[in-house]
């Protein structure tokens, strides 16, 4: 095929579908009429045992203009697509998704549902999955980091509906409910060896580079999965991971020696709220927030902010807050700070902000700007610590928390039903929902 490598690169992925997929910009632009020799091998539940299948892309969509969610439904009503559970029951051949078909757009579909659980993957029904500021924000710049067509949702909880053939199955069973981790390193490289499988070179992230939890139905290995505590909520078992953003963030100023006792936080947002409440829980009794919102900064106090700074008003001057620092510190600065924007403004904010030796934790990645003064970390001995996800370890504090009930959200979370997802995006992006965390429920 003469695009097989703009295909890939399209894709971006290992596995790239062998022949048209009518999705991708390549084969959306290929204008070849009719591809019937090349297919997209899938795997089908009949009769209970599977029989490997090849997809007929050329004979479903011709010239490959079709629009995605056409495609799809067509294709798996033509082969009866389906995936069962062990006991042999036909499921679903189709299912909702909310997908990034091309860059800065998002659709509600229809689309086959995954093929059935491969090795020691288990399928999963998502009951709960939170959209992330990382994937506004993916939207909105068009970043390339996520290459459409894509399923993204990295924050999701759901039931085991069917598993592989190498699951333990004393372990894990059908109807269990788990909270995958979407961070998977690849355990084999030295960053890992050493412990920060968060910063892994090889890692792959579900909804990113691979479909992740904005469907019914999304699939992950059982090596990244962890058991819902009982008696946590899906919202609260779904809020996992943004919860482990901020502990990681926490547990980075602890790591340079700080005692977190007193610590200003940039951004109300989810990561900013959660890492109040981790800070708080982590020993700081005195916590600054700054936002340019209201509501969020009322959330804030709420939470046990002991003060809260509205970024736009006088307040919110650089030189006002080099005084506010001083003020709450005795005249030292923050132990800690943690940037949960990361824009140059934010960045340098943190940094000003903390005592000499102070750690500012950059965790938000809305720019790429470092607008800081060297002489301002060499004559103070600042420490500035980049913090990207978290590592399992974080993971399961995060779980431990929510089980022991220490981290309130259900106050600034609102569910919505998954066939609104797409519109929610919209709303979202133009700050006409006002919600601080959106979670999706396919069930809706
Ligand atoms: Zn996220
Ligand atoms: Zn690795």
């Not at 059908?174 to 412990?195: A, F, K, S, Y």
């Not at 990561?271 to 005195?286: D, E, M, P, V």
Request: aromatic share 4%.
């Amino acid at each position: 095929m003469p695009f097989t490598d703009d295909h890939r690169r399209d894709h971006g992925r290992k596995r790239v579908p062998e022949g048209l997929c009518h999705v991708c910009k390549t084969c959306r632009g290929a204008g070849v009429p009719h591809v019937s020799s090349f297919g997209h091998r899938s795997r089908t539940w009949q009769g209970g045992k599977f029989r490997a299948g090849l997809i007929d892309w050329g004979r479903v969509a011709g010239n490959g203009t079709l629009p995605v969610h056409t495609a799809w439904r067509t294709v798996a009503s033509d082969l009866d697509c389906t995936v069962g559970n062990k006991a042999g029951e036909l499921a679903m051949s189709t299912m909702q998704a909310v997908m990034l078909t091309a860059p800065g757009v998002v659709e509600q579909v229809t689309v086959p549902v995954p093929g059935a659980p491969e090795g020691d993957e288990v399928l999963i029904r998502v009951t709960r999955a939170g959209i992330c500021g990382s994937e506004l924000e993916g939207v909105v710049t068009k970043s390339p980091r996520r290459k459409p067509p894509l399923i993204m949702g990295h924050e999701f909880a759901g039931v085991i509906e069917a598993v592989g053939p190498d699951v333990d199955t004393a372990r894990w069973r059908v109807g269990d409910r788990v909270v995958p981790n979407p961070l998977m390193p690849c355990g084999q490289c030295r960053t890992c060896q050493r412990g920060r499988t968060n910063a892994c070179p090889n890692r792959i992230l579900l909804g990113l580079h691979r479909d992740g939890g904005h469907a019914e139905l999304a699939k992950c290995s059982v090596r990244h999965l962890h058991r819902t505590p009982s008696g946590i909520s899906d919202d609260d078992a779904a809020t996992a991971e943004p919860l482990a953003v901020a502990v990681h963030g926490v547990r980075l100023l602890g790591e340079a020696g700080v005692l977190p006792r007193s610590i200003v936080i940039f951004g109300a947002g989810t990561i900013g709220l959660l890492a109040l409440q981790s800070a708080r829980l982590a020993g700081a009794t005195t916590t600054v927030v700054i936002d340019r919102d209201p509501h969020r900064l009322e959330v804030a106090s709420r939470l046990g902010a002991t003060r809260v700074i509205d970024a736009r008003t006088d307040d919110g001057s650089t030189d006002a807050l080099g005084r506010l620092a001083l003020e709450m510190t005795d005249g030292e600065g923050f132990d800690g700070a943690l940037d949960c924007v990361g824009v140059g403004a934010t960045r340098a904010g943190a940094v000003r902000m903390v005592a000499p030796g102070g750690t500012a934790v950059w965790i938000g990645s809305a720019a790429d700007e470092i607008p800081v003064r060297g002489m301002e970390l060499v004559l103070n001995e600042k420490r500035v610590q980049g913090a990207y996800s978290y590592t399992d370890h974080d993971f399961s504090a995060a779980l431990g928390l929510l089980a022991a009930g220490r981290v309130e959200l259900t106050s600034w979370s609102k569910v919505y039903g998954l066939g609104e997802g797409a519109s929610l995006f919209t709303r979202l992006l133009t700050h006409t929902e006002p919600c601080i965390k959106a979670l999706l429920d396919p069930r809706g």
